[in-house]
């Protein structure tokens, strides 16, 4: 979950309007019985809090002069499913499977995972989408793979860590940006993990100046080599990112992922992430190795639509080619600016390539926040 930022290109921007609708019907739901929500900048209006068990759709609609960002809170205060980016002036459908239990709905206008909540109460037993076993034989086959990027962010962050120890700048240079594809493939499930996230992963241009002095991770030693120019006297930031990460790994096995909250929603937030972050050069402000971080989350998102393609092939045909061939041409475009087993540093990448990468996953991005509705039907 990352504060937003102004986004460089409108084909950017469009992104986060990607389910356009108005609102029409009662007060409570439209006429296909989703759940009316008004987001502002200081309000969270949920028309209906007493919800039945299984899908539900939310209506959203940026009311506010902010970005938002729409969550779903279990009674342990983690996130169940979220949906970034919805702009201003926006209305947005987002598609949760809501287990019986108490929830609390959070509109953050801005982004920052902070903002007024309502409480929602669900109940009965409602249309599981797992009980489609090709749905649950999908989620199993995404805990698997997470558990392989997993494995392999901390096999390759071992070796950047050993560089930084070792006070090798052009070592760990080099190593740095493999060692967070893994971490990019699977953000959204390693930030089900709300308290490590921020610990190896927060950029500097988004902390608070009271904690700058707590910043650590893959981009403070970022900024360390590239802008610095050393690597030594970093070795407690390098051992607690590693730690962090082992730490990470051994949540996993009680980790339990929704076809529908967690792979189909959590494909569309990789997505944001190429957006607000890649796109626009800001998330490797100083290596700028964004592409391969774009790569890892375009993979990513492909992964998840790849597991779940039975079923939307059944589904919704169209959406399955239309999904199949936006994911081959922003493949096909990043493949322009591969550099060996790399890519081109960002900053010598153009306004129009730019340009062109973000219409690119804007156009991806559309149909791909249908993902969840289709899964869930």
């Known amino acids: 979950m990352r504060p937003a930022h102004v986004l460089a290109f409108a084909g950017v921007t469009a992104l986060s309007l990607s389910v356009l609708a108005g609102c029409g019907g009662d007060d409570k739901a439209d006429a296909s019985g989703a759940v009316k929500v008004t987001a502002s900048d200081d309000k969270c209006e949920v028309a209906k809090k007493d919800l039945p068990a ?104 071992g070796e950047f860590v050993a560089a930084v120890k070792a006070g090798d700048v052009a070592k760990a240079k080099e190593l740095y940006a493999p060692s967070r594809v893994g971490w990019e493939t699977i953000e959204p499930v390693a930030e089900k993990f709300g308290d490590i996230d921020p610990k190896v992963d927060a950029r500097e241009a988004d902390l608070k100046p009271d904690e700058k002095a707590a910043w650590g991770g893959w981009h403070y030693l970022e900024k360390q ?88 092939q059944e589904k919704d045909a169209a959406l399955a080619k239309e999904l199949d061939d936006n994911f081959a041409a922003v493949q096909t475009l990043l493949k322009k600016h591969e550099k060996g087993d790399t890519y081109v540093s960002y900053d010598k990448v153009g306004k129009a390539d730019r340009k062109e ?7 991806l991005g559309e149909p791909l926040s249908k993902l969840g509705g289709v899964v869930a039907k």
């Open 225 to 312: 080599l590239w802008k610095d120019g050393k690597a030594k006297g970093n070795d407690k930031i390098a051992d607690e990112l590693m730690a962090n990460l082992e730490t990470l790994k051994s949540r996993l096995p009680g980790l339990t992922l929704d076809p529908v909250n967690d792979m189909a929603g959590g494909a569309k937030e990789l997505l944001d992430e190429v957006a607000t972050g890649k796109v626009t050069g800001e998330e490797e402000a100083f290596s700028h190795t964004d592409l391969v971080d774009f790569k890892a989350n375009v993979d990513g998102a492909e992964k998840v639509y790849t597991l779940l393609k039975p079923v939307v």
């Open 54 to 157: 299984g899908k539900t759709t939310f209506k959203v609609t940026n009311k506010g002069g902010k970005p938002n960002e729409f969550e779903i809170l279990k009674s342990d205060g983690k996130i169940l499913s979220e949906r970034e980016n919805i702009g201003p002036g926006t209305t947005v459908d987002f598609v949760v499977n809501l287990p019986a239990g108490a929830y609390k709905a959070l509109c953050s206008a801005g982004q920052t995972g902070k903002g007024p909540t309502q409480d929602l109460t669900v109940s009965g037993t409602g249309a599981a989408t797992g009980t489609d076993p090709r749905l649950a034989q999908a989620a199993t086959d995404y805990k698997a793979y997470v558990t392989v990027k997993v494995d392999d962010t901390l096999a390759k962050t």
């Open 357 to 363: 990468l973000a219409d690119a996953v804007n156009a």
